[in-house]
T-cell receptor, first 115, second 111 residues
């Protein structure tokens, strides 16, 4: 079936550094998402993105976060600067259509560890 | 803020048995409900959706929705070891891409 890829699978960085998480969504999908899951807790919505713009974001999507998909390449989540509480697994997802009726396809996640 | 809660936290059933997973939600404007399954080391994968009250059957899987009771469930008949995974309930409102996930039920099917 359709696959979403995420690179890297694991990233370790020092607090205050910048990190970019990369997502290769399903090729014909138009809507893109990031979710955050702290170990042992629920997966939580961060942001969704369509046609070059942020459509909706949650309170977890702090000012230090940004997303982009330049020229149809990777859909990226950048955190600058990172904080200890940013340690989590970040899941990227994509969907063909908008709305909650549309199935979202998830990547395997990037485990981010901020020291 | 939508609260989605799942029970039990973990469940062990013998191969061939029935597994029943429960989910409650708090927002009465919720309209769309999904069950996702996540195997270790992978991302969640949609198993099935249910949008209307009642039962929906897909193979060995049956979802049940009761919006008035703020309740959705998933029943797995003839459970197989390959069904062992973390199961998430996911809930959304109309015209909203945001999904609220429950905290998952870890299912173990013992051969």
């Amino acid at each position: 079936g359709p696959k979403v890829l995420q690179i890297p699978s694991h990233q370790i960085i020092d607090m205050g550094q910048m990190v970019t998480l990369n997502c290769d969504p399903v090729s014909n999908h138009l809507y893109f998402y990031w979710y955050k899951q702290i170990l042992g807790q629920q997966m939580e919505f961060l942001v969704n993105f369509y046609n070059g713009k942020v459509m909706e974001k949650s309170k977890l999507f702090k000012d230090q976060f940004s997303v982009e998909r330049p020229d149809g390449s990777y859909f990226t989540l950048k955190i600058q600067p990172t904080a200890l509480e940013d340690s989590a697994v970040y899941f990227c997802a994509s969907s063909l259509r908008q709305g909650a009726r549309a199935e979202q396809f998830f990547g395997p996640g990037t485990r981010l560890t901020v020291l | 803020q939508q609260k989605v809660q799942q029970s039990p936290e973990s469940l062990s059933v013998p191969e061939g048995g029935m597994a029943s997973l429960n989910c409650t939600f708090s927002d009465r404007n919720s309209q769309y409900f999904w069950w996702y399954r996540q195997h270790s080391g992978e991302g969640p994968k949609a198993l099935m959706s249910i949008f209307s009250n009642g039962d929906k059957k897909e193979g060995r899987f049956t979802a049940h929705l009761n919006k008035a009771s703020l309740y959705v469930s998933l029943h797995i008949k003839d459970s197989q070891p390959s069904d062992s995974a973390l199961y998430f309930c996911a809930v959304s409102r109309v015209n909203n891409n945001r999904i609220f996930f429950g905290d998952g039920t870890q299912l173990v099917v013992k051969p």
